[in-house]
């Protein structure tokens, strides 16, 4: 079953967004998390921040990229939702972390920041309600 249709078949609250909405809003995010994730380990290969900023970014692309195998291939609401619970941590860490280096990454990571954190309330609501 491919995402969408699988996505289309949980119950999910009213306020649940439509499945196509996703790939473009995560076109987006994905764009500004590269640059923004780039530019702070080419700090970090330069020798100008230590390694504890930069690891809440690594961890946040390996919960963040390990979501939709866990969601949709393992088919699994709850191993997600400690999944996405992980994405927002480790967001969270990272831009608190890097703000004293570079506050422009936190700033532009904003929209990303909202995004989990809805992310986490409907995953929490969808795992509540398929449960």
């Excluded at 780039?38 to 390996?62: A, E, S, T």
């Excluded at 699994?76 to 280096?101: C, F, S």
């Excluded at 422009?104 to 990303?112: A, E, M, R, T």
């Amino acid at each position: 079953m491919n995402e969408p249709t699988q996505y289309v078949q949980y119950i999910k609250p009213l306020w649940a967004p439509p499945s196509w909405l996703f790939g473009p809003v995560w076109t987006v995010l994905y764009a500004v998390i590269i640059a923004s994730y780039g530019y702070v380990g080419w700090l970090y290969w330069q020798g100008r921040l230590p390694f504890i900023v930069v690891l809440p970014f690594i961890l946040n692309v390996i919960f963040n990229l390990a979501f939709t195998p866990i969601q949709f291939g393992l088919k699994n609401n709850l191993l997600a939702a400690g999944d996405i619970l992980l994405v927002l941590a480790t967001l969270a860490w990272a831009l608190w972390a890097i703000w004293p280096h570079a506050p422009w990454v936190s700033y532009i990571n904003l929209p990303y920041l909202g995004w989990v954190l809805f992310a986490t309330v409907l995953q929490l609501t969808i795992t509540k309600l398929n449960w």
